[in-house]
């Protein structure tokens, strides 16, 4: 068929309903006047509705959009490559069949004025999803001041200066400066509020996070508000040496009690400048870890707004904190309800601290600190019993859990938890559908590894937490302990690991994780755990780049509950999400990935991202 054969024909196809429903609708009107059959006619009426008159009005409000592109990857087994694809609405239509692509690829000149086919330069892959970030605390990380890779004190000051200068209404006892990144392995020692003692900032209220948010570095304004003498604190410490500043776990808590809340205007704020910065690394939607209800009633609110642009799956927390049960006042949402931006379908308890800060719960001490072996930040039995809560209530059950003892911990909470969830079936068919997970998976002894494998436990990994914590994890656990259970990802490859950045902890972008989770180097620097350009930290648990992709895909959307998610894929009834490159992903050299950046992003079938603006 020729091009304009073709319009023609698409044209033919438009007016067809038109002419019928005008047809139909004077048969009606004529037989209605003639008929005292109520019945007959009321039946006529119903079949015009639905078969002619619905169908008809909702093809004017929302034709369809055909896309072309250079190449589509779209990850469905079924039609592996394209070049063009319909959208309905906010969904997929179809993937065009090379012929049919083809036929209108090679006609373009026939579409110049049909606003309806579109026609783009570029690479298509689905929308990426990062499995496990922080949307509210990345947004707030990108209006504080930003620690990261700090060497020194004095520069960790000169920092937060810089950050005044800019705010100067920051820092009194309603504002509190905040910031987020230090870490002791960079400063060099363990920093206290003497760090940041200066005169820009004295008597400046200052609160800084470390690298992983599982301790917080506070000013002396901070450190006067508190008591002078700190009982011992459960689950969490209190740094007093070399001196007072820094508090971890549980002990954070005194001091965000203490901390002046930003307003919803605020928040709002740091959730649209979330947002757009997601987009603009490919992020089409998120796992969100840990939203308290407040959090929650804020992002329903903004889900009916232009800005959200980037779908959430909600892990949410309690107001009272980690590791409670308040089903009265966190209530699900399904993606339908709506219209596939935010679900509320999991809760997030803790079963430990970090690494970093020797805060994760080890069976056997850390190599490099004998006296220490991290702690639970609540009992075994404790967290076994809030699982088969929430698991009773219906709800996903996602543990964070990074030391070994931790994670065999969690892995004991959750099979009891499907138990009560599933009581008449095995472990293993109940976690088919009701998917618990385990957040970061960090440390977890091979013993422990067979069991999540029987289970079906998924873990959720951020490739770059391993990245990152290679120039020290080996002393901080040992090699035997390092070699058998650290940082798994290929090992666990058979559980459909989610991938993700915990971003604001890590940088979001899905490339730089992709190329962590692929070489097993730094994306920083492009270096392996010596410094070094040969192969990477125990490369044996590398993952290829389409294993890697599909973390970033369809493994978040298959981790998610709540039904009606068919995301991380281009197909037919799919959500409408895709991302645009410069070149195909298999032409890139690993190294490039570390630098890649995205032309554009689609979600919902519009363009939320376009480089150089939209």
């Known amino acids: 068929m020729s091009g304009a054969a073709s319009q023609a024909s698409s044209r033919l196809a438009w007016l067809a309903p038109l002419l019928i429903s005008i047809l139909g609708a004077s048969i009606l009107g004529s037989y209605s006047q003639g008929t005292t059959d109520n019945v007959l006619y009321s039946k006529g009426k119903e079949l015009y509705d639905t078969y002619i008159q619905r169908p008809f009005l909702g093809r004017i409000q929302a034709p369809l959009q055909t896309h072309c592109y250079d190449s589509i990857k779209t990850l469905d087994a079924e039609n592996p490559h394209a070049r063009c694809f319909t959208v309905s609405g906010h969904r997929f239509d179809r993937i065009l069949p090379d012929l049919e692509a083809n036929e209108i690829i090679g006609h373009r000149e026939s579409y110049e004025n049909d606003t309806n086919v579109h026609f783009h330069e570029g690479h298509v892959i689905p929308g990426l999803w990062d499995g496990h970030g ?20 004095s520069e960790l000051r000169e920092r937060v200066r810089e950050y005044l200068r800019t ?55 901070i450190l006067d ?48 400048s979330a947002m757009k910065d997601l987009n603009r690394f490919g992020i089409v939607g998120v796992h969100d870890a840990g939203v308290n209800s407040a959090g929650l009633d804020l992002f329903k609110k903004l889900t009916k707004t232009p800005d959200w642009t980037v779908r959430v799956y909600a892990m949410a927390e309690c107001t009272a904190g980690h590791n409670h049960f308040c089903a009265d006042e966190v209530s699900k949402v399904s993606f339908q309800e709506t219209g596939d931006l935010l679900a509320v379908q999991s809760i997030k308890l803790f079963a430990d601290g970090a690494l970093g800060s020797w805060g994760s719960a080890m069976i056997e001490p850390y190599s490099d600190r004998p006296d220490a072996s991290g702690s639970l930040l609540a009992s075994a039995s404790a967290l076994t019993d809030i699982s088969k809560s929430w698991a009773k209530a219906g709800y996903q059950v996602s543990i964070h859990a990074i030391g070994d003892l931790a994670n065999r911990v969690a892995i004991d909470a959750l099979e009891e938890a499907l138990k009560v969830a599933c009581p008449d079936q095995p472990t293993a068919e109940c976690q088919k559908t009701r998917r618990f997970r385990i957040e970061h998976a960090q440390v977890i002894h091979p013993d422990d590894q067979q069991r999540m494998h029987s289970i079906g436990i998924i873990p959720s990994i951020q490739p770059t937490h391993a990245t990152s914590d290679m120039a020290y994890a080996e002393k901080r656990l040992g090699r035997k302990r ?11 490859l058979g559980l459909n690991p989610v991938l993700g950045s915990d971003f604001p902890v890590e940088p979001p972008d899905p490339f730089r994780g992709i190329y962590a989770a692929t070489t097993r180097k730094s994306p920083n620097t492009g270096k392996n755990a010596d410094g070094g350009e040969g192969k990477g930290w125990h490369d044996g648990e590398a993952l290829t780049l389409e294993e890697a992709l599909l973390g970033f895909t369809r493994a978040p959307a298959a981790a998610a509950v709540g039904g009606g998610l068919e995301a991380g894929v281009i197909k037919g009834g799919g959500l409408a999400d895709w991302v645009v490159l410069d070149r195909s992903l298999g032409e890139y050299d690993a190294e490039d990935l570390r630098s890649m950046r995205v032309e554009e992003t689609w979600v919902g079938g519009r363009a939320a991202y376009r480089r150089g603006g939209l």
């Open 167 to 221: 705010n100067p209404e920051s820092g009194d006892k309603d504002n509190w400066i905040r910031g987020v990144g230090w870490d002791q392995n960079i400063l060099g020692h363990m920093p206290t509020a003497e760090d940041l003692a200066d005169p820009v900032l004295e008597g400046l209220y200052v609160m800084i996070d470390r690298v992983d948010v599982h301790c917080t570095l506070v000013s002396k304004a």
């Open 482 to 492: 390092t070699a058998e259970s650290a940082y798994r990802m290929r090992s666990v």
């Open 134 to 153: 922080h949307l509210l605390q990345y947004g707030e990380f990108l209006h504080s001041v930003n620690i990261f890779g700090a060497k020194t004190p």
């Open 225 to 272: 508000l508190l008591p002078d003498e700190f009982p011992d604190i459960p689950g969490g410490e209190v740094v007093r040496e070399p001196g007072m500043g820094v508090f971890c776990d549980n002990a954070m808590d005194m001091v965000y009690d203490l901390w002046p809340q930003p307003n919803e205007a605020r928040k709002t704020e740091f959730v649209k």
